[in-house]
């Protein structure tokens, strides 16, 4: 889709930086702004500003809150000696949604990544070993992908956490639910069968 307007072409970059976004799905977005009320689009806008402007990183966890410290810092009914660690604030949403975790977060902010420049330093985990070391948590749990470099944080954070006699586990990795064997690549298969669990 070629456009005679710099505005729309500034437009369309702007959605395909979104994660997820490919160049067909920016120009579909692209042309439903511009072709909806002009109130819908005012109300997109506001809304984007609104978040850029309330939200920001718990001090306590790192994730992304209107209130500081954050509400599930707060709350006294989650589990405080529980742990999770994941790579951005995405993960803890979604274990949240899972509805079978109460414990606290810890939001890294991405993943080790020497190749990019990224180490420890770059990522919030000073933060989360201060949180350690001030007691009360009993059980770390690493949330963070199976990616080379999830996998490598994991190892980092394991053998760090180690040093201060808590417990670290590790979520299981494999099958999905509804997923066939058929269906799941060698990697998924091998980290599923090392994962098992008694029944």
């Known amino acids: 889709m070629i456009f005679d307007s710099p505005a729309v072409e ?3 970059e702007a959605f395909r930086r979104l994660p997820g976004v490919g160049k067909r799905s920016a120009e579909r977005l692209t042309m439903h702004v511009l072709t909806a009320p002009p109130e819908e689009a005012q109300a997109l806008s506001e809304a984007l500003a609104d978040a850029r402007t309330r939200i920001r990183t718990c001090s306590t966890c790192c994730n992304l809150t209107e209130t500081d410290p954050c509400r599930q810092c707060t709350d006294p009914r989650r589990d405080h000696t529980t ?15 899972g509805g079978a975790y109460s414990g606290l977060y810890h939001v890294l902010h991405g993943v080790l990544n020497p190749l990019e ?59 999905p639910m509804g997923g066939g064997l058929e269906f799941a ?4 298969v091998s980290r599923a069968i090392q994962g098992r669990t008694p029944l």
């Not at 742990?83 to 949604?97: D, F, N, Q, W, Y």
């Not at 080379?148 to 006699?165: D, H, V, W």
């Open 117 to 175: 420049g990224i180490g420890p330093s770059e990522l919030r985990m000073d933060r989360l070993m201060k949180r350690l070391d001030c007691g009360g948590i009993r059980e770390v749990i690493i949330a963070t992908n199976a990616t080379a470099e999830g996998e490598a944080t994991a190892l980092y954070l394991s053998r760090q956490i180690g040093k201060l006699g808590i417990r670290v586990t590790r979520i299981a990795h494999g099958v």
């Open 185 to 188: 690549d060698d990697a998924t």
């Open 83 to 97: 742990l999770c660690v994941v790579e951005r604030p995405s993960g803890a949403m979604i274990i949240e949604k």
């Open 10 to 12: 500034r437009l369309i």
